[in-house]
């Protein structure tokens, strides 16, 4: 039987997530989430359970020049949201990318075990591919490619721990 966490555990722990963000620490980010959590984003999809932590872990390992700041965290019993807007250079191409990110969480037994992040997948790739994601970054085929390597990238991560 599930116990019901308040509405302050809830949004403390939203903050908690976001705070450990911003020491880098997918450590303590992961340990916010159940086991089996759901995470999803335009870049990297669906993830599910230890893939989700991993995401974490991978950004965190190589983020520069990075911050991130976080606002508007609410929460009930069963659901939060919140508003969070990460800095960084993106390595592949070395440009600066500020994404402005809306979070929406769902929470089971005191963890996240639901976690959805909604930015404009366009908006990024003009920022982080330059003219190129400017001119094709609205097509489906480049956002596919986009998830693509995404993914690439989490499964040699997880491949070289």
């Avoid at 929460?75 to 508003?83: I, M, P, Q």
């Avoid at 250079?89 to 909604?118: M, P, W, Y």
């Avoid at 982080?128 to 040699?156: H, M, S």
């Amino acid at each position: 039987m599930s116990e019901t966490f308040t509405s302050e555990h809830n949004s403390a722990l939203i903050t908690r997530f976001y705070e450990a963000f911003s020491r880098l620490d997918a450590e303590a980010m992961a340990a916010c989430y159940s086991e089996d959590v759901v995470f999803s984003d335009p870049v990297f999809g669906e993830l599910r359970g230890r893939d989700a932590g991993d995401m974490w872990r991978m950004l965190t390992s190589r983020a520069r020049d990075f911050s991130v700041v976080f606002d508007q965290v609410r929460a009930d019993t069963h659901t939060g949201a919140a508003h969070w807007v990460a800095t960084y250079l993106f390595s592949q191409t070395g440009r600066t990318v500020v994404n402005d990110i809306q979070a929406r969480f769902v929470f089971r037994d005191g963890k996240i075990c639901e976690h959805h992040d909604h930015f404009d997948l366009w908006r990024w790739a003009r920022q982080a591919l330059g003219t190129r994601g400017a001119l094709l970054g609205w097509a489906p085929f480049v956002q596919n490619a986009i998830r693509a390597q995404g993914q690439k990238g989490l499964k040699a991560f997880q491949a070289a721990r």
